[in-house]
């Protein structure tokens, strides 16, 4: 099975390598493997029971799109996801470029002056976050640091400490004053058609900035390192070329989707393959 990688009406020229870079951005990639491989089953969450080919991810991907555009998110807007491992943000991963938002890889251990500073440092203008898991319960340690979302209407928060921050989507099994849930933001996908979409995914260009990832920050404060679609999906591709993976092939992926060995190495490498991401737990163990 030959992947449809390159768009044959793109001409793009780059340094010494017998293959070439891959220059588009990552929602029409994603979206010529799904044309290619409908069937071929591109996710699995163990601990959620969730299976997706890549025909039904590709359609998570593109209603949850609409769903942000609806609440007026788009083209260069940050959108913090600060959660263990779950569909959800691999759904989040593969919708955001496609409307040129900029995801924000929040590490699901921070406690709250390191969640400040990200989403300060960033300029994030929506948060999404998991429901508690383990120590961390991520709507109380957001409510520590703006208080103001339990009597806010949700998209219209207005925090002392984040004042960029409008809109914090809860996906899971959880309510949240102040917040949208997944499924009300997936409700509000209807009043976007699919055309608006696809006009807004097609005014992207590879070398936007799509994604912003953090340090460790163990000599200071965290640094977020802006990386592009080129940037992110090359890297995965060629890691998966050395892995030499195919559509037959199906990655565990334990390790963290916030950094980018879960999200580019582990997700980008499999979907530039045509392979199927297994997630087997929130959390490595």
Same mark, same amino acid.
């Given at each position: 099975?030959?992947?449809?990688?390159?768009?044959?009406?793109?001409?793009?020229?780059?340094?010494?390598?017998?293959?070439?870079?891959?220059?588009?951005?990552?929602?029409?990639?994603?979206?010529?493997?799904?044309?290619?491989?409908?069937?071929?089953?591109?996710?699995?969450?163990?601990?959620?029971?969730?299976?997706?080919?890549?025909?039904?991810?590709?359609?998570?991907?593109?209603?949850?799109?609409?769903?942000?555009?609806?609440?007026?998110?788009?083209?260069?807007?940050?959108?913090?996801?600060?959660?263990?491992?779950?569909?959800?943000?691999?759904?989040?991963?593969?919708?955001?470029?496609?409307?040129?938002?900029?995801?924000?890889?929040?590490?699901?251990?921070?406690?709250?002056?390191?969640?400040?500073?990200?989403? &300060?440092?960033?300029?994030?203008?929506? @948060?999404? %976050?998991?429901? *508690? #898991?383990?120590?961390?319960?991520?709507?109380? /340690?957001?409510?520590?640091?703006?208080?103001?979302?339990?009597?806010?209407?949700?998209?219209?928060?207005?925090?002392?400490?984040?004042?960029?921050?409008?809109?914090?989507?809860?996906?899971?099994?959880?309510?949240?004053?102040?917040?949208?849930?997944?499924?009300?933001?997936?409700?509000?996908?209807?009043?976007?058609?699919?055309?608006?979409?696809?006009?807004?995914?097609?005014?992207?260009?590879?070398?936007?900035?799509?994604?912003?990832?953090?340090?460790?920050?163990?000599?200071?404060?965290?640094?977020?390192?802006?990386?592009?679609?080129?940037?992110?999906?090359?890297?995965?591709?060629?890691?998966?070329?050395?892995? &030499?993976?195919?559509?037959?092939?199906? @990655?565990? %992926?334990?390790? *963290? #989707?916030?950094?980018?060995?879960?999200?580019? /190495?582990?997700?980008?490498?499999?979907?530039?393959?045509?392979?199927?991401?297994?997630?087997?737990?929130?959390?490595?163990?």
């Amino acid at each position: 099975m030959t992947l449809h990688l390159y768009d044959d009406r793109l001409s793009y020229v780059h340094g010494a390598s017998d293959i070439p870079l891959i220059g588009a951005t990552i929602g029409d990639l994603f979206d010529r493997v799904a044309a290619d491989l409908p069937e071929q089953e591109a996710l699995v969450s163990c601990h959620q029971g969730l299976r997706y080919s890549y025909r039904a991810l590709r359609e998570a991907c593109d209603e949850f799109a609409r769903g942000l555009l609806a609440l007026g998110l788009g083209k260069g807007d940050r959108i913090g996801i600060w959660a263990p491992n779950h569909a959800e943000w691999v759904i989040a991963q593969f919708a955001t470029p496609k409307i040129g938002a900029i995801l924000v890889n929040v590490n699901p251990a921070y406690r709250t002056h390191e969640l400040e500073y990200a989403l &300060r440092q960033s300029g994030c203008a929506a @948060l999404i %976050i998991a429901p *508690p #898991f383990k120590t961390s319960d991520y709507a109380g /340690l957001l409510r520590e640091v703006c208080p103001e979302l339990d009597s806010c209407p949700p998209g219209q928060l207005r925090a002392a400490r984040l004042p960029e921050l409008r809109t914090v989507i809860a996906f899971g099994d959880q309510r949240v004053p102040g917040a949208f849930h997944w499924d009300e933001v997936l409700a509000r996908a209807d009043a976007v058609p699919p055309g608006t979409l696809a006009a807004r995914q097609a005014e992207q260009a590879f070398d936007d900035p799509i994604n912003i990832q953090y340090t460790s920050g163990t000599t200071g404060f965290p640094k977020g390192a802006t990386l592009s679609h080129h940037s992110i999906l090359n890297n995965g591709f060629f890691i998966g070329e050395r892995m &030499r993976l195919t559509p037959a092939d199906r @990655l565990c %992926i334990p390790v *963290p #989707f916030y950094h980018c060995f879960g999200m580019v /190495l582990g997700n980008l490498a499999c979907v530039t393959h045509g392979a199927t991401m297994v997630i087997p737990a929130e959390a490595f163990d």
